[in-house]
Nanobody, 125 residues
Framework: QVQLVESGGDSVQAGGSLRLSCAAS????????MGWFRQAPGKEREGVAS???????TYAESVKGRFTISRDIAKHTLYLQMNSLKPEDTAVYYCAATRGDWTAAPLSPGPYNYWGQGTQVTVSS
């Protein structure tokens, strides 16, 4: 079982940047599909970006061209670089992991078994 711990959330102004990190405890981390999700108050949790065990990435339309997901397998760490932040990006951001047979990691929360505690991102206008 893998444990996930997010960090890097903060309050920034619109147009700013943040880099979220997610440290994984499992030394087989490289075999997991990983994803970043977010949940704003009163809204459902939504997929932001995902990455498979290699380098195939998937992004939500709302963040394409602004966010970049990456992973450092040697450091057991997942990243989300967020640029050109908008007030609508305000949410609690979660990283998640799962194993599966997909070519690309899914962007829906359902298939993910392991979740971090979340980190708050607040973007002011």
């Amino acid at each position: 079982q893998v444990q996930l711990v997010e960090s890097g959330g903060d309050s920034v102004q619109a147009g700013g940047s943040l880099r979220l990190s997610c440290a994984a405890s499992d030394d087989t981390y490289g075999y997991y599909f990983m994803g970043w999700f977010r949940q704003a108050p009163g809204k459902e949790r939504e997929g932001v970006a995902s990455i498979n065990s290699r380098t195939t990435t998937t992004y939500a339309e709302s963040v394409k061209g602004r966010f970049t997901i990456s992973r450092d397998i040697a450091k057991h760490t997942l990243y989300l670089q967020m640029n050109s932040l908008k007030p609508e990006d305000t949410a609690v951001y979660y990283c998640a992991a799962t194993r599966g047979d997909w070519t690309a990691a899914p962007l829906s929360p359902g298939p993910y078994n392991y979740w971090g505690q979340g980190t708050q991102v607040t973007v002011s206008s």
